[in-house]
Antibody, heavy 117, light 110 residues
Framework: EVQLVESGGGLVQPGGSLRLSCAAS????????MSWVRQAPGKGLEWVAN????????FYVDSVKGRFTISRDNAKNSLYLQMSSLRVEDTAVYYC??????????WGQGSLVTVSS | QSALTQPASVSGSPGQSITISCTGT?????????VSWYQQHPGKVPKLMIY???KRPSGVSDRFSGSKSGETASLTISGLQAEDEADYYC??????????FGGGTKLTVL
């Protein structure tokens, strides 16, 4: 069974940093593009970042460029999102998702990030 | 990276058919066969319903279908059921390995 489990969310002050992790199982992680998608409270879905199979290609929505970094460790079947210079508007549930061909076929349960003073 | 345009809400009675539109531009919806649709029930994780404009994943009811004309994609749900009441989101490839979602549509089954 394909499974994605996020961790690392929590409360952080504006300007602070946080790293999200996503543990993958049940599929060949090293062969899959992966993504982060977020959803602010009561709002819609927003694509945040993509990473290709070997981690050499990383792509971001404009609003997080220069502040967020997506990465992966294929030996550990893990995906990461390093978030810095966090803003109140980054408050959201962050989902890890498998993205085989620019669609999301499997999602984690989500990790809540709250940016507040 | 402007969001795709979806109606805020649609409604229908059980057994009826409804269609949700998703309008983009020539840089996203109009250029690629890569529109996907997601269903999200309150407090739940999104679920893939349609990918590559019109393909249905295994296990998704054939009451759900996708189509596209120019810069507008559509999700049609036929034989509406109470369990279909949810939020629906479209998403399109937008070039350079980026994606863009629609604002979401709340479906109410009357």
């Amino acid at each position: 069974e394909v499974q994605l489990v996020e961790s690392g969310g929590g409360l952080v002050q504006p300007g602070g940093s946080l790293r999200l992790s996503c543990a993958a199982s049940g599929f060949t992680f090293s062969s899959s593009w992966m993504s982060w998608v977020r959803q602010a409270p009561g709002k819609g879905l927003e694509w945040v970042a993509n990473i290709n199979q070997d981690g050499g290609g990383k792509f971001y929505v404009d609003s997080v460029k220069g502040r967020f970094t997506i990465s992966r460790d294929n030996a550990k079947n893990s995906l990461y999102l390093q978030m810095s210079s966090l803003r109140v508007e980054d408050t959201a549930v962050y989902y890890c998702a498998r993205a085989p061909l620019f669609y999301f076929d499997c999602w984690g349960q989500g990790s809540l990030v709250t940016v507040s003073s | 990276q402007s969001a795709l345009t979806q109606p805020a809400s649609v409604s229908g009675s059980p057994g009826q058919s409804i269609t949700i539109s998703c309008t983009g531009t020539s840089s996203d919806v109009g250029s690629y066969t890569l529109v996907s649709w997601y269903q999200q029930h309150p407090g739940k994780v999104p679920k893939l319903m349609i990918y590559e404009d019109r393909k249905r994943p295994s296990g998704v009811s054939d009451r759900f279908s996708g189509s596209k004309s120019g810069e507008t994609a559509s999700l049609t749900i036929s034989g509406l059921q109470a369990e279909d009441e949810a939020d629906y989101y479209c998403c399109s490839y937008a070039g350079s390995s980026t994606l863009v979602f629609g604002g979401g549509t709340k479906l109410t089954v009357l």
